[in-house]
């Protein structure tokens, strides 16, 4: 059975401190590992894909790594406006698996 | 670019009542189409998912089931509402395999 595992479960920033999410999988036959964010009440708003071991994607102070077992998403120098829930999914066949997520609070 | 109206925002519905959330797509067609339920500090979990019009495939035995009565349509029902089907009701829509899942806004249901 396919388990993802993010910790911690709660992490508050003050702004500027940067810091990593982990992202645990076990899923056989890993088509890619997607990150969202969630604002409270909303839905998901996707961030990256990562595809194999090894590759990286960057946005503004968000960056996603990838190995055969873990995804990290690191915020470098967070903003107050970077508070969200971040969820990572990584897929098998047709679907989604997506873990409880790291709520993140940065504050000013 | 596409998007995905979902609809009510938010439902009170009593135990034992029916239930209809609908969720429409525009901007693509053909899509792989699903629903996610969120429980409070709980991660996305998978109830439906559809490659196509009336294929269905079911993820959790429970008290509610879905259609796709139209391409860009999906729909969950419920013919009886139970307390546990409380909960934040997301649709979620894919262009194709290998890309991305696009969300609705979700319905917060609250089973009294």
């Known amino acids: 059975e396919d388990q993802v595992t993010q910790s911690p479960e709660a992490l508050r920033l003050q702004e500027g401190e940067s810091s990593s999410l982990n992202c645990s999988y076990t899923v056989s036959g890993l088509r890619g590992l997607f990150w969202y964010r969630q604002d409270p009440g909303k839905g998901p708003e996707f961030l990256f894909t990562?595809?194999?071991a090894g590759e990286e994607k960057e946005k503004e102070r968000l960056k996603a790594t990838l190995t055969k077992k873990e995804s990290f998403l690191h915020i470098t120098a967070p903003k107050p406006e970077d508070s969200a829930t971040y969820l990572c999914a990584p897929e098998n066949d047709y679907k989604l698996s997506f873990g409880a997520g790291t709520t993140v609070t940065v504050r000013a | 670019s596409q998007t995905i109206h979902q609809w009510p925002a938010t439902l009170v519905q009593p135990v034992g009542s029916p239930l209809s959330l609908e969720c429409t797509v525009e901007?693509?067609?053909?899509?792989?189409l699903y629903w996610y339920r969120q429980a409070a500090g709980r991660g996305l979990q998978l109830l439906f998912y559809s490659v196509g019009i009336g294929q269905i495939s079911s993820e959790v035995p429970q008290n509610l089931s879905a259609s796709r009565p139209q391409d860009r349509q999906f729909i969950l029902s419920s013919k009886k509402l139970l307390l546990s089907d409380s909960g934040f009701y997301l649709c979620a829509a894919r262009v194709s395999l290998n890309t991305e899942a696009f969300f609705g806004q979700g319905t917060r249901l609250t089973v009294v």
């Open positions: 901007g693509t067609s053909n899509p792989n």
């Open positions: 990562l595809y194999s």
